[in-house]
């Protein structure tokens, strides 16, 4: 597994060919990552929380990159062999999961969401995706499970540098709806705009709107096009956002 430690630059990146994102109640385990380290920082250790990297996923590319948390630079750590990483990593996932189960146990509610969403979260598809890190070992790929489909794992040292990555086809269903939005979700600006034409040419037709209101009339478009100038430039930026992202 290619890794890399630099500042401001993932560790790693995975794609979900490779391995599946869990998710409870609907929503992706991944976006608890802060709850869940800090509940990790203050109820185990600082090394327990750096287990989990912090993840920003990419639903339209299939991907999440995987970084290491800020709070990790003060942790002193010393290298050793790989079964004493693993055995270092089991140790610190056992804690974790008594932590968990104490937390399902709990007489609230809070809590005991809070403990199955840890509980999901300290799943990872092999000890293959157990990492030595500057400051200890991590996990790439917590809250995962591997993809039935295809087992052999596909890792991205950067964007646009592919292994093995394929059509993302296991996206969680809100991203789902993103790929099928197509020219319907701009009939409201397509009609907007229709609309506008029609109030502007309007009074060319002869008898349709009485003479005394035609001095008056041009406040109409006037006020909807001041309406959908704003609204056109957000929809355009946030389209040029997504172009990028991608």
Partial sequence: MNLQFITGKPVTTTNFNAVQPLGVGGQLVLEQWEVLF????????????????EPVIDRQRGEVDWYLPADLNSLAYSAGSRDALLQNAHRLIAQAKQLAQRMVQSSDVVQRQKGAILAQALSYPTDEYIIETPYGPALVAWGHQSNETDKKAAFVTAKGDQQGYKSMSILPAPNLANHNRGIISYWPWLFAI??????????????VIPMQYCRYYWLGPLILLLLLVPLIAMMLRNRSLSVRGR
């Fill in 194 to 207: 229709l609309l506008l034409l029609i109030l502007t040419f309007l009074p060319w037709w002869e008898g």
């Fill in 38 to 53: 800090q509940i990790l920082k203050h109820e185990i250790s600082l090394q327990c929380a750096g287990l989990l990297l």
